[in-house]
């Protein structure tokens, strides 16, 4: 089956950048989503891309995508301890049978420092 | 609503209870999906409805859970007889469609002991 894997903590200082990765199996068309959860809240979406995008850029996120060594990383810049949170990396099939069938990865606990 | 909104937000049940937890997902979106979190941030996909028909249940457990999105009610998670290994917090998520362009927003989440 997919699995999706990402390393379990990262601290930065704030005003760095701050990069999370993620490694997926699925070869299928697909989607990449990154979710951010803060302590007791919900899911936040916070970006996603499609299987045959290189990058992505949204404000201070930038995710890239290396679909041959199936590597999928999100830079947040200028880091802030508001965003410090976990991370996810989440796979899903784009259309089909196991649409919305999210394989999630274990999360990364970001600490930003003052 | 411009949100899935999940009630109630905790829930505590006596071991055997049952427990049902309630999700709305955003108007227009066609798909709504349930995921348990249990310790360790694992998810676990439960099931997943297009309308009122169930789409993927591949993850349900064959007892004690059930499901429903009934037209012009919330959607429903039903867990009877509860055991202590149910504590977790189950989200509902909903998307539009699926295919390019069509994401999963997720709901905030009914965080369930059992004791």
């Known amino acids: 089956g997919e699995d999706v894997e990402q390393s379990l903590f990262l601290s930065v200082r704030e005003g760095d950048s701050s990069v999370i990765n993620c490694t997926y199996t699925d070869s299928s068309s697909t989607y990449l989503y990154w979710y951010k959860q803060e302590p007791g809240a919900g899911l936040q979406l916070l970006t996603y891309i499609f299987s045959n995008m290189d990058m992505k850029q949204d404000q201070r996120l930038t995710v890239l995508l290396n679909k041959k060594d199936k590597h999928l990383s999100l830079r947040i810049a200028d880091t802030q301890t508001g965003d410090s949170a976990i991370y996810f990396c989440a796979e899903s099939p784009s259309r089909g049978t196991s649409y919305g069938k999210l394989t999630f990865g274990q999360g990364t606990i970001l600490t930003v420092h003052p | 609503g411009e949100e899935v909104a999940q009630t109630p937000k905790h829930l505590v049940r006596g071991e055997g209870q049952k427990a049902k937890l309630y999700c709305a997902p955003i108007k227009g979106h066609s798909y709504v999906f349930w995921y348990q979190q249990v310790l360790k941030n694992e998810f676990k996909f439960l099931i997943s409805f297009q309308n009122e028909n169930v789409f993927d249940e591949t993850g349900m457990p064959k007892e004690r859970f059930s499901a429903k999105c009934l037209p012009n009610s919330p959607c429903s998670l039903e867990i009877q007889a509860t055991k202590l290994e149910d504590s977790a917090v189950y989200f509902c998520?909903?998307?539009?469609?699926?295919?390019?362009?069509?994401?999963?927003?997720f709901g905030e989440g009914s965080w369930l002991t059992v004791v």
């Open positions: 998520a909903s998307s539009q469609s699926e295919g390019p362009g069509n994401t999963i927003y």
